[in-house]
């Protein structure tokens, strides 16, 4: 199993159905040293994480538990906006995370 930190629209039940075809049980954390952003995708606006210049910025999120199957599928929903990367979370546990491209 895979841990992957999320902070938007991953974290809503619909989209969970819709890209896992299942609801995800997450558990709260944050990620240091970003800050929210946005992007307009076919003229809607979503979030990012952009790195910050301080590393006591923090980004609210859940994190939740995925087959490697599940991760690709998190992968083919999220577009060229973002990139996966691993990241220390502020409990400590490693986790992959979408970032802006």
């Not at 087959?67 to 998190?74: D, G, N, W, Y």
């Given at each position: 199993m895979e841990s992957l930190f999320a902070y938007g629209t991953l974290c809503d039940e619909t989209v969970q159905r819709t890209v896992f075809g299942r609801s995800l049980e997450g558990v709260p954390d944050a990620i240091l040293g970003y800050q929210l952003g946005s992007i307009t995708i076919n003229g809607k606006i979503y979030r990012t994480l952009d790195q910050s210049r301080h590393e006591s910025d923090a980004v609210e999120g859940r994190v939740f538990r995925l087959?490697?199957?599940?991760?690709?599928?998190?992968d083919a929903y999220e577009t060229k906006a973002y990139r996966r990367v691993?990241?220390?979370l502020r409990s400590e546990t490693d986790a992959w995370v979408y970032v802006r491209a």
């Open positions: 087959s490697a199957a599940e991760l690709v599928l998190a691993r990241a220390r």
